[in-house]
């Protein structure tokens, strides 16, 4: 028999509900869950072109993303391989998938309330800071990075680590595109967030890469005897201390040399 507009209504709504919590999280059912929302946006006489609320926009943006991490990996085995007209459309499919993924979970963003979770909106900031990254706008990055890791260390560190090591590899990334002779500032940038990281999670992986990024700049960039700093910071237990041993020594007999030249 036919539902009053009421029940239908309501049947609806409460499918657009369930459609919206599947679409949220990435696996197997996002993607069909993100298609199911947006036919239902339709039905319940909304707008079904662009997400209306953050949980839709959120699981929109979340279907691009696994796609972006696909060629991603791609891209990687490309560059690997030497294959330079795979990589040349990988890269361009991956800055337009990157581009999508930034709109939608800029629209999330918009689109928050106080009923949001705000771990998820956070999450939200994080992917959308990648997004930035994957579209090669590093700077946005590192500021949208940046300011997750402070705002977010005290109550979700997990997310907050892992936006500071974004903003870090964005400064890294701006560090090797300026002139040789004129990348103090991301220089200071990348001290500046891995001082971050090193001090508010002092033990985690991030830390230790953290530190032997900084030390590699820093010996590219002719400053020796500060990259060995920077090495001899990485504790015995951690997985690179070998490597960060070598890297010290390397840069102590440059320096060494560097002297006895004068």
Same mark, same amino acid.
Request: charged letters at 25%; hydrophobic letters at 45%.
């Given at each position: 028999?036919?539902?009053? &507009?009421?029940?239908?209504?309501? %049947?609806?709504? *409460?499918? /657009?509900?369930?459609?919206?919590?599947?679409?949220?999280?990435? +696996?197997?059912?996002?993607?069909?869950?993100?298609?199911?929302?947006?036919?239902?946006?339709?039905?319940?006489?909304?707008? +079904?072109?662009?997400?209306?609320?953050?949980?839709?926009?959120? +699981?929109?943006?979340?279907?691009?993303?696994?796609?972006?991490?696909?060629?991603?990996?791609?891209?990687?085995?490309?560059?690997?391989? *030497?294959?330079?007209?795979? #990589?040349?459309?990988? @890269?361009?499919?991956?800055?337009? @998938?990157? +581009?999508?993924? #930034?709109? /939608?979970?800029?629209?999330?963003?918009?689109?928050?309330?106080? #009923?949001?979770?705000?771990?998820?909106?956070? $999450?939200?900031?994080?992917?959308?800071?990648?997004?930035?990254?994957?579209?090669?706008?590093?700077?946005?990055?590192?500021?949208?990075?940046?300011?997750?890791?402070?705002?977010?260390?005290? #109550?979700?560190?997990?997310?907050? $680590?892992?936006?500071?090591?974004?903003?870090?590899?964005?400064?890294?990334?701006?560090?090797?595109?300026?002139?040789? *002779?004129?990348?103090?500032?991301?220089?200071?940038?990348?001290?500046?967030?891995? @001082?971050?990281?090193?001090?508010?999670? &002092?033990?985690?992986?991030?830390?230790?890469?953290?530190?032997?990024?900084?030390?590699?700049?820093?010996?590219?960039?002719?400053?020796?005897?500060?990259?060995?700093?920077?090495? %001899?910071? $990485? &504790?015995?237990?951690?997985?690179?201390?070998?490597?960060?041993?070598?890297?010290?020594?390397?840069?102590?007999?440059?320096?060494?040399? %560097?002297?006895?030249? /004068?």
């Amino acid at each position: 028999r036919e539902m009053s &507009p009421a029940v239908k209504a309501a %049947t609806l709504s *409460g499918a /657009l509900e369930h459609a919206q919590a599947v679409a949220r999280y990435p +696996g197997p059912l996002q993607a069909p869950a993100v298609a199911l929302a947006q036919e239902l946006m339709a039905d319940v006489n909304r707008d +079904g072109g662009e997400p209306q609320d953050f949980d839709t926009a959120f +699981g929109s943006a979340n279907v691009h993303l696994e796609e972006a991490k696909r060629l991603n990996a791609e891209l990687a085995a490309a560059r690997s391989e *030497g294959d330079a007209d795979r #990589r040349q459309r990988l @890269r361009e499919e991956l800055s337009a @998938r990157a +581009g999508q993924m #930034r709109r /939608l979970y800029e629209r999330a963003l918009s689109l928050t309330t106080d #009923r949001t979770d705000p771990e998820q909106v956070n $999450v939200a900031r994080f992917r959308l800071a990648y997004a930035y990254f994957l579209e090669q706008k590093y700077f946005e990055a590192a500021v949208m990075g940046g300011y997750v890791a402070r705002t977010a260390r005290e #109550r979700f560190p997990d997310i907050a $680590v892992e936006s500071a090591y974004l903003a870090l590899a964005a400064f890294d990334s701006l560090f090797s595109e300026a002139d040789q *002779g004129d990348r103090e500032f991301e220089m200071q940038q990348v001290m500046r967030v891995a @001082r971050l990281i090193a001090d508010s999670w &002092p033990d985690s992986d991030r830390a230790m890469d953290a530190r032997m990024i900084v030390a590699r700049l820093l010996r590219q960039n002719g400053q020796p005897l500060q990259a060995a700093e920077w090495y %001899t910071q $990485v &504790p015995s237990t951690a997985s690179v201390f070998a490597e960060a041993q070598l890297g010290a020594g390397q840069s102590y007999l440059n320096a060494y040399l %560097t002297r006895s030249a /004068l």
